[in-house]
């Protein structure tokens, strides 16, 4: 990002000066051309410039030098037009306008960036079309599916800026809106967010969230920049930065994605990638005060949930490390359990790679923990956990809104836009005894402890409605 110190007064002072100074060359370079023309054939008068040769050296050398002018003309207008389009791109994201949807990284300046804060993370800006996820969640469900729905996020049309920058010129327009009771830009309250176990449920609790009420809330479920910050910005391993720094990272990642130009809307919410319950230690570092959620499912229906279209396992999700890199974590429950990660029964893997997830979660949990099984999840949801957080019952309309997208499949593009049928008793029955076995030897045990434990949250009384 470009800063304001009198380099704009500087460019167009330079603009002018080069453009002079190009139609002066265009003037003595065709004035250099006549005076050879005049002075070719020793002593030759001006009739010499009547001949065809001279007469189309003149004109080539014109032509040249037009040419050479206009590719400066369109390189001075590229230039301004492109000093222009950034001042107006970033006086959009202050004002709210374009939104982040997703990071880039310079390697070599995050790595010398200071331990206590951070470099080299870019953020990438484009408007999205919240209308259309708040329309119908189900079939707008994921992140990736609000992009592709928004016509002003092609590839030409996303901008990229510095992100630490952008986030403290954003926090101080922000002050300024505030001091000023102006209503917009205004920064939505992170009331809550989710992890999950995946293929669990996790994708209607976003969209319950987002449909309880549209117009006041915004969700990004499994939104990119979200992950990339908690996960990939840093490493698995935290190789690139430190937790710290990722943290840092998070903070304005949610930052930004939590500005609104929309007087209505109040809330935001989050529903991470499953892979990244395994970083919620950055989310807490970054978010110590915001209740999360841990979605999870019984363990023989989870894995049926993977392998279901794939009885074999040789393409499940679940499995898709086994044969490369087994993550450490997944190695280290293969050895607990006996096992060696890369050689063990596929199914046996595909519950490995499920407890290290649900595993993680485990060894996070806190006073703003609150884990959810999927059996009863929607009715949990409105009835317990959200008017717990919120302090207050939730309304008939809000409570109907919810259970309205329930009653649709959760992930409904285009013909799968369907009534949801549960599915739980036919996962039991379809699971072989190979798939039981390895969920009770290897997944039952976080599942176990997940259900034993009692989230603090959920101690406080539960209010009464008042309609």
């Known amino acids: 990002m470009k800063g304001n110190n009198g380099q704009a007064a500087k460019k167009r002072m330079l603009h002018r000066f080069m453009i002079g100074g190009g139609v002066c060359l265009i003037c003595i370079g065709a004035l250099a051309l006549v005076s050879t023309g005049l002075v070719a054939g020793n002593g030759g008068t001006s009739r ?13 050398g014109v032509h040249k030098l037009q040419d050479k002018a206009r590719k400066f003309r369109n390189d001075l207008h590229k230039q301004h037009h492109e000093d222009f389009n950034e001042a107006e791109m970033i006086e959009k994201i202050l004002e709210a306008e374009i939104h982040l949807v997703s990071l880039g990284l310079n390697e070599e300046e995050l ?6 804060s951070y470099a080299g993370v870019y953020g990438h800006f484009c408007k999205l079309n919240f209308a259309a996820h708040k329309k119908d969640p189900a079939a707008v469900p994921m992140f990736r599916d609000l992009v592709s729905h928004s016509p002003d996020c092609d590839i030409e049309d996303v901008f990229k800026i510095d992100l630490k920058k952008i986030a403290e010129l954003a926090r101080h327009r922000d002050q ?13 309250n992170l009331t809550t967010v989710a992890f999950h176990e995946s293929r669990c449920g996790s994708t209607l609790v976003a969209n319950a969230l987002l449909a309880m009420d549209p ?27 430190t937790v710290d720094q990722a943290a840092a990272i998070l903070k304005d990642t949610v930052y930004m994605m939590s500005r609104s130009n929309d007087p209505q809307e109040e809330r935001v919410f989050f529903k991470f990638q499953s892979i990244t319950t395994k970083n919620i230690e950055v989310f807490q570092k970054a978010f110590p005060q915001v209740p999360w959620l841990f979605v999870y499912r019984d363990p023989v229906q989870v894995m049926m949930s993977h392998i279901k279209d794939d009885p074999t396992l040789k393409y499940a999700k679940c499995v898709q490390t086994q044969s490369h890199h087994p993550p450490k974590d997944i190695k ?35 006073d703003y923990a609150i884990p959810m099984n999927y059996d009863g999840l929607i009715q949990h949801l409105y009835e317990d956990v959200l008017p717990r957080i919120w302090g207050r019952a939730l309304t008939s309309t809000e409570t109907a809104n919810i259970q309205k997208v329930s009653q649709t499949y959760s992930k409904g593009r285009g013909k799968r836009h369907v009534d949801f049928k549960g599915d739980s ?4 029955h379809a699971a072989s005894d190979a798939v039981k076995e390895a969920a009770a030897l290897i997944l039952k045990p976080s599942y176990d402890t997940l259900e034993s ?5 959920m101690e406080r009384d539960l209010p009464v409605a008042t309609s």
């Open 453 to 457: 434990f009692q989230p603090k949250l």
């Open 332 to 366: 280290q429950i293969a050895k607990s359990h006996g096992r060696d990660a890369k050689t063990m029964a596929r199914e046996e893997y595909c519950a490995a790679h499920l407890a290290a997830i649900s595993e993680a979660a485990v060894h996070r949990l806190n």
């Open 48 to 60: 010499q410039l009547l001949r065809s040769d001279n007469v189309e050296r003149v004109k080539e």
């Open 215 to 241: 117009a006041k809330h915004r969700t990004y479920s499994e939104s990119q920049p979200g992950s990339q910050a908690l996960k990939s910005t840093c490493g698995d391993n935290y190789n690139r930065c």
């Open 176 to 188: 300024i809106a505030v001091e000023n009771e102006e209503p917009i830009p205004k920064v939505l």
């Open 111 to 116: 790595s010398r960036s200071h331990p206590s």
């Open 425 to 428: 008793e036919a996962k039991e």
